[in-house]
């Protein structure tokens, strides 16, 4: 199977009752700002590039922004900060995703989720979370060809991301490795192939960037730390 094939199989998931019709339920309500909208409101697959370095994983799609979209981080806030910062690396073509045939590029870098489907008030349950797990296991397993860093944004992005990350190859130390936003730490491969350098960094979400916990710069710095460390 390949990248694709996964990202079309994926779309069709509905193993989380609570999820599958919380984004379907706000596919049928729409915000008002977006009635015209035909939203997605199914599972959202990763989106980049399938011979990718550097890996993003986020937390879960917005009920409004990939959720309507289809496109990981598109059409929110959340993904208004990242695709900038992206984009003033060099990382993207373009500093803003609004929709699916936007223009929007990326060089080298998949964005992706622990959680595919949006969650009510942001926050998937753990067994959630555990439910949607093989389906990042799977992709950052077919990513492992060129994988060489990967960005976890958020602790719960980061806790999630470790035994997706074990799974598909490379040794997480134990005690495992606590989340902090600049935090590095190195995998070494289980399986023959390369190592992987997982970076943790605050979560783009509205709140951390309003507040200030999470500025531009910060972003930008452990982006491109972590674009480095892929070779980018
Ligand atoms: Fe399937 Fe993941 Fe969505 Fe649950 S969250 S329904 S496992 S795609």
């Given at each position: 199977?390949?990248?694709?094939?996964?990202?079309?199989?994926?779309?069709?998931?509905?193993?989380?009752?609570?999820?599958?019709?919380?984004?379907?339920?706000?596919?049928?309500?729409?915000?008002s700002a977006f009635r015209e909208w035909d939203y997605?409101?199914?599972?959202?697959?990763?989106?980049?590039?399938?011979?990718?370095?550097?890996?993003?994983?986020?937390?879960?799609?917005?009920?409004?922004?990939?959720?309507?979209?289809g496109r990981m981080f598109t059409g929110d806030r959340?993904?208004d900060v990242l695709y900038a910062a992206l984009y003033?690396?060099?990382?993207?073509?373009?500093?803003?995703?609004?929709?699916?045939?936007?223009?929007?590029?990326?060089?080298?870098?998949?964005?992706?989720?622990?959680?595919?489907?949006?969650?009510?008030?942001?926050?998937?349950?753990?067994?959630?979370?555990?439910?949607?797990?093989?389906?990042?296991?799977?992709?950052?397993?077919?990513?492992?060809?060129?994988?060489?860093?990967?960005?976890?944004?958020?602790?719960?992005?980061?806790?999630?991301?470790?035994?997706?990350?074990?799974?598909?190859?490379?040794?997480?130390?134990?005690?495992?490795?606590?989340?902090?936003?600049?935090?590095?730490?190195?995998?070494?491969?289980?399986?023959?192939?390369?190592?992987?350098?997982?970076?943790?960094?605050?979560?783009?979400?509205?709140?951390?960037?309003?507040?200030?916990?999470?500025?531009?710069?910060?972003?930008?710095?452990?982006?491109?730390?972590?674009?480095?460390?892929?070779?980018?």
């Amino acid at each position: 199977p390949d990248l694709a094939a996964l990202d079309a199989r994926v779309t069709g998931c509905r193993a989380c009752p609570r999820l599958v019709e919380w984004r379907e339920e706000a596919a049928r309500t729409k915000r008002s700002a977006f009635r015209e909208w035909d939203y997605w409101g199914r599972p959202v697959p990763g989106f980049g590039p399938a011979d990718a370095a550097l890996v993003i994983t986020g937390l879960a799609p917005a009920a409004h922004g990939a959720n309507r979209t289809g496109r990981m981080f598109t059409g929110d806030r959340s993904g208004d900060v990242l695709y900038a910062a992206l984009y003033a690396l060099g990382l993207a073509s373009q500093p803003t995703a609004t929709r699916p045939g936007d223009g929007l590029e990326l060089y080298g870098v998949r964005v992706t989720a622990p959680v595919r489907c949006a969650p009510p008030a942001n926050r998937p349950s753990v067994g959630e979370r555990d439910t949607c797990r093989p389906w990042l296991e799977r992709e950052l397993r077919l990513l492992r060809p060129t994988a060489r860093a990967v960005v976890a944004l958020g602790g719960f992005g980061w806790l999630a991301a470790l035994p997706a990350l074990e799974a598909a190859g490379w040794t997480v130390p134990r005690p495992r490795p606590a989340f902090g936003h600049g935090a590095q730490v190195e995998l070494p491969a289980a399986e023959p192939g390369a190592p992987v350098r997982l970076f943790g960094c605050y979560h783009v979400s509205q709140r951390n960037v309003f507040t200030g916990l999470l500025t531009p710069e910060m972003l930008r710095t452990v982006l491109g730390a972590a674009a480095r460390a892929a070779g980018l």
